[in-house]
Nanobody, 124 residues
Framework: QVQLVESGGGLVQAGGSLRLSCAAS????????MGWFRQAPGKARECAAA????????YYADSVKGRFTISRDNAKNTVYLQMNSLKPEDTAVYYC?????????????????WGQGTQVTVSS
């Protein structure tokens, strides 16, 4: 089992930046594939970004490409999501998720481990 705790959310004006962090604890001996998902009110949960076990591969949703950057520090068991040029439509609860194996998944069903989420609100 692995436990995930997100931090770094908050309220920011459009055009601003935030950096989310996700700290993993528990069975962290072998790195997990990690994903950042987001869910806006009334919408389905979607994968904003994901990163492979050692960071060699990444995935970004089209809506965040060029603005968001996912990275990880395996020594600290932490994954980050740097969000720049934020837009009101980025407003959502952001969740960190983890999965075993080596393949990046982009659907919620591919991740058995989830954090509690952190709210990101972008004002216009």
């Amino acid at each position: 089992q692995v436990q995930l705790v997100e931090s770094g959310g908050g309220l920011v004006q459009a055009g601003g930046s935030l950096r989310l962090s996700c700290a993993a604890s528990g069975r962290t001996g072998s790195p997990y594939v990690m994903g950042w998902f987001r869910q806006a009110p009334g919408k389905a949960r979607e994968c904003a970004a994901a990163i492979s076990r050692y960071g060699s591969s990444t995935y970004y949703a089209d809506s965040v490409k060029g603005r968001f950057t996912i990275s990880r520090d395996n020594a600290k068991n932490t994954v980050y999501l740097q969000m720049n040029s934020l837009k009101p439509e980025d407003t959502a609860v952001y969740y960190c998720a983890a999965r075993l194996g080596s393949v990046i998944a982009t659907t919620p069903s591919g991740y058995p481990y989830w954090g509690q989420g952190t709210q990101v609100t972008v004002s216009s």
